[in-house]
Structures are given as C-alpha cells and as structure tokens.
C-alpha cells in the first residue's frame, strides 16, 4: 500500500487530491487509491504492472521500475488482487488502484500465518505471473556516467539480465536500496559518490552488503585498485575491457551467490561476511521469541527488522534461496527435530514450534527430512532402552 499511496503523491500536481476508500463486504476488502493526477491511458493499465514500464505522457514520465511488478506479486501471494482503472465524475477524470483481499486466506496449512501459500496458489501464481516474475531473471544494476559507455554496457547485458540504471554513485545506492539487484557494475570515477564510495556504502549496509560488485576504470595504478578491492570490491577490471570478460564476470559472480543461497542451511549457516550473520541472527532470534504468536505476520517480522517487506523479500531470498515463509517453516521444523528428543509428544512438539494441525506438521516434516516424526521418536526409545 505504502508503494501505491507513494506514487499516486509523486504523480499528482500540486494541490492535487490523492484520496483512500475502504469497501467491506462479507468475504473481501477492497482498498482504492484516487488520485487526479496526470492519469495513466487505459490501453496501458495492464502494461504498467511489467518490469520497468515507462509511460511518457504530458511532460511527465511514469516510471514503475519493478515496484508495481512486485506490489502484485505480494498481493496474489496473499490471494488477492490488483487493478488499475480510470473513474470520470462532474470533478474529472481520476486513476484508481484497487487492491482486493480476502478477509480469511484459504488457510490449509495450520501454521500460523506469514505469507501463506498453498501448493496451488504458488502454481497459479507462477502460470499467470509471466514476465512479472522478478526471480524468473537476474537484475543488473549498472553505473556509468558517460551515457555513450553505458548503452554499450547495458546492450551487453539487456538480452540475459533485467537492467537498471544510474549515472552517480547517489542514484545507484538509492536504487540498490530499492531494488536489491542481484550484481553492481559501476564505473570508478564519478560526480557527487566515486565509485569505491558507492561500493563501500553497498558493503557496509546490511540490506545490500551480499551484492557483488565491479568496478570498471581507466585508472590502473596498483593503489587505486588497492583501494577498491578494500572497500569491497568482487572484480576491478580496466578499460577498454574485453566484452567477454566483463560478461562472464557478471555471470560467474551471480553464479556463484546463487550456489551460496541453494547450499543455505537455516541455524547452520556460514557466511562471508558479518553484516550477513548478523541479518540471519536477528532474523533466527525474532522466530525463536514469537514461535507461539498469533500476531508473528509479515508485517511484525519487517517492522522489527527495520526493513521494507518486499525488501526483506528480496533480501532473504538472496541469501538464502527461501521466501520468508518457507524459511519460517524451515526453522521451526528444525526445532521440531530438536524437540522431539524430549518427553513430549508429537502433537505438543507441533504446537510448541507453531503448527496448530498434527497432520500437516507430520506431511511437512517428512518433506523436510524424509521420514515421519514418529519414527524419530521410535527410534529415540529403542537407543534409550539399548
């Protein structure tokens, strides 16, 4: 919603009217940002929820980089919907977005809700989303701020990767910080934040420090590079550069963190640097402490994180190849397999890590490990008695 109410504010003029409305009926909430601002043309309220769409209308550009994109992608993950449509009264013409969501989410699960997805809600979520699906490609975040060098950059890369640009290191750590791209190119020498800077400031933030990172410059005394590979650089290649080399750089590098997050273990884990322990650390201590909470949503874990949810999202994701939920599930099934060398049963070990139906917890568990709870436990009493 934050996204939505942002931009209806960033394109509505000055004494615009940027309105909410709530309807309630008995088995959804509809939600609707008004706004009379620039408007958006009805052949392109389908287009706008794509990737980076751009719509030039007026003197203004609409630009929706993947906020939109992923704004829907949260809402059908909790079984809801999203439209855009224009309204017309005796006042004018109006842009509505209408969010739509079910009161009680279609919970089979009986575990305490994050961002439940059944089995076949992440099926139609995968079918309809298409282009929309961010995780589908690999986002490169590149930094230039000779526009000739960045065309060529980008067209190096356009056809494999998802692209976003900026021309100064402030841009590019504003737009890390928004999108969490999975690689940085940068160029070294650029107004307002150099590149080593940029580069610092991307290591040394906890939403970004994962994010591997070239620098690419025409300076190519042994110092300069020094000074780049401290502050955290990946790659420090110099131009002119080969083409090829720059690629399979990119490539190499992005393969590599994806390796990492596939191998993830959740409580086991060890990582290259602090600042990607400590996320881990915190985020394992919130699920410790509220296991049992009724009120351990999506929402509460961001807030306390002191992160966005579509960047905490993101974030995990990265690190650890889990959406927020599975990675919830993981954990606590993972104390399950603790407890269940105690004196409880397995219905109170379910209950304690947050599952409130045996059942699924029993299916869910066998997911995990490969074998039922009960076999564990049986397994427990014959050593015991040995």
Same mark, same amino acid.
């Given at each position: 919603?934050?996204?939505?109410?942002?931009n209806?504010? =960033?394109?509505?003029?000055?004494?615009?009217?940027?309105?909410?409305?709530?309807?309630?009926?008995?088995h959804?909430?509809?939600?609707?940002?008004? !706004?009379?601002?620039?408007?958006?043309?009805?052949?392109?309220?389908?287009? &706008?929820?794509?990737?980076?769409?751009? %719509?030039?209308?007026?003197?203004?550009?609409?630009?929706? /980089?993947?906020?939109l994109?992923?704004? =829907?992608?949260?809402?059908?993950?909790?079984?809801?919907?999203?439209?855009?449509?224009?309204?017309?009264?005796?006042?004018?013409?109006?842009?509505?977005?209408? @969010?739509?969501?079910?009161?009680?989410?279609?919970?089979?699960?009986?575990?305490?809700?994050?961002?439940?997805?059944?089995?076949?809600?992440?099926?139609?979520?995968?079918?309809?989303?298409?282009?929309?699906?961010?995780?589908?490609?690999?986002?490169?975040?590149?930094?230039?701020?000779?526009?000739?060098?960045?065309?060529?950059?980008?067209?190096l890369?356009?056809?494999?990767?998802?692209i976003?640009t900026?021309?100064? /290191?402030? %841009?590019?750590?504003?737009?890390?910080?928004?999108y969490?791209?999975d690689?940085? &190119?940068?160029?070294?020498?650029?107004?307002y934040?150099?590149?080593?800077?940029?580069c610092?400031?991307?290591?040394?933030?906890?939403?970004?420090?994962?994010?591997?990172?070239?620098?690419?410059?025409?300076?190519?005394?042994?110092?300069?590079?020094?000074?780049?590979?401290?502050?955290?650089?990946?790659?420090?290649?110099?131009?002119?550069? !080969?083409? =090829?080399?720059?690629?399979?750089s990119?490539?190499?590098?992005?393969?590599?963190?994806?390796?990492?997050?596939?191998?993830?273990?959740v =409580?086991?884990?060890?990582? !290259?640097?602090?600042?990607d322990?400590?996320?881990?650390?915190?985020?394992?201590?919130?699920?410790?402490?509220? &296991?049992?909470? !009724?009120?351990?949503? @999506?929402?509460?874990?961001?807030?306390?994180?002191?992160?966005?949810?579509p960047?905490?999202?993101?974030?995990?994701?990265?690190?650890?190849?889990?959406?927020?939920?599975?990675? @919830?599930?993981?954990?606590?099934l993972?104390?399950?397999?603790?407890?269940?060398t105690?004196?409880?049963?397995?219905?109170?070990?379910?209950?304690?890590?947050?599952?409130?139906?045996?059942?699924?917890f029993?299916?869910?568990?066998?997911?995990?490990?490969?074998?039922?709870?009960?076999?564990?436990?049986?397994?427990?009493?014959?050593?015991?008695?040995?």
């Amino acid at each position: 919603m934050f996204n939505l109410l942002s931009n209806a504010i =960033k394109y509505t003029p000055e004494h615009g009217t940027v309105y909410l409305d709530l309807i309630e009926n008995d088995h959804t909430i509809a939600i609707s940002i008004i !706004d009379n601002g620039i408007g958006i043309a009805t052949d392109n309220q389908f287009k &706008i929820f794509e990737e980076y769409y751009r %719509e030039e209308q007026a003197n203004d550009v609409i630009g929706t /980089g993947i906020g939109l994109a992923l704004t =829907k992608q949260i809402v059908q993950q909790h079984e809801g919907d999203i439209r855009c449509s224009t309204m017309n009264d005796e006042k004018g013409q109006w842009t509505v977005f209408t @969010v739509s969501l079910p009161k009680q989410i279609n919970q089979k699960t009986g575990v305490i809700p994050l961002e439940i997805l059944t089995k076949e809600t992440e099926e139609a979520n995968t079918t309809n989303l298409g282009t929309l699906d961010i995780s589908l490609k690999q986002t490169i975040l590149i930094v230039e701020d000779n526009s000739e060098l960045l065309a060529a950059v980008v067209s190096l890369f356009e056809e494999s990767f998802s692209i976003i640009t900026a021309v100064n /290191g402030e %841009e590019a750590l504003s737009k890390a910080l928004e999108y969490i791209p999975d690689l940085i &190119i940068s160029d070294l020498m650029m107004p307002y934040m150099d590149g080593a800077q940029l580069c610092q400031a991307i290591k040394t933030n906890m939403t970004t420090c994962h994010i591997p990172f070239i620098l690419l410059t025409a300076v190519t005394d042994n110092d300069s590079q020094t000074l780049a590979l401290e502050h955290g650089a990946n790659i420090y290649l110099t131009k002119p550069f !080969d083409n =090829k080399q720059l690629f399979l750089s990119a490539h190499n590098l992005i393969a590599v963190s994806q390796k990492r997050s596939k191998e993830f273990e959740v =409580k086991t884990a060890i990582f !290259d640097n602090e600042l990607d322990a400590q996320f881990i650390s915190s985020l394992n201590q919130l699920i410790e402490e509220n &296991i049992q909470s !009724d009120g351990f949503d @999506v929402n509460f874990i961001a807030r306390t994180m002191g992160m966005s949810a579509p960047i905490l999202y993101r974030k995990l994701k990265a690190i650890s190849n889990l959406s927020l939920n599975n990675y @919830v599930k993981t954990y606590r099934l993972n104390k399950a397999k603790e407890l269940l060398t105690s004196a409880m049963n397995i219905s109170e070990i379910a209950y304690a890590v947050g599952f409130s139906d045996r059942k699924y917890f029993s299916k869910e568990f066998k997911k995990q490990f490969g074998y039922n709870p009960s076999e564990q436990t049986t397994n427990s009493s014959q050593t015991t008695e040995t």
